[in-house]
């Protein structure tokens, strides 16, 4: 597929990504010390708080290869678009990327945006149809997942794409290499997961 990007002057831009309408949220402090296992079950701690990649998670766990629906690269300047607050730490102007993460038989298990300084994406993703994760694992890029927040909540507009009833879990955190900040990324997982870490 590939990915048309749009200006920062596009109508379609304003607030056009999935965030979570939260019941509940959790702050660095809470990914750092983990939630009551009546609150998450630990098979979900481990996905959701834990700094290993998701795609990769996602493959071990269905047992097929996770690919990628590129569904927007949009150029946003250095508009805060909506994003959580450390968005500010990715230098701008900014591209904003849309995915939908599924199994190799088309299974959709997560959302993902993600926030990159434009003059940086193509480096980072030089095939966009790839998992970050795997891209990354191509280049042998050193980084370190930081994850900053976890949400409960709720969304119509994943409800109808993942063809599952919500709320969700998600999480946000930033990338890192070379002790610097290179994209801040947002994810939502779909409750099909329980199939294989039971429920949450």
Known sequence: MTAIIRSADSAT????????DPIWQGTEEDVQ???PH???APAWQILLLGDGSPTRHLQLLTGEPTEVDVIDMSAIGMDADGAPAQLQAVPGPRIRRQVWLRTASGQRL??????WE?????EYLENRSLPIWASLARLRTELYRDVQGIYYGKSPALEEAFGQKGPFW???YLFWHHKQ?????????????TKYLGST
């Open 13 to 20: 831009l304003l607030n056009t990504w999935h965030a979570l």
């Open 181 to 193: 900040p290179f994209t801040l990324i947002y994810e939502v997982f779909s409750p099909y997961l």
């Open 170 to 172: 998600g999480r946000h």
């Open 38 to 40: 009546s609150q998450l």
């Open 33 to 35: 010390k983990g939630l």
């Open 110 to 115: 997560a959302y993902a945006t993600s926030w």
């Open 118 to 122: 434009a003059s940086h994406v193509d």
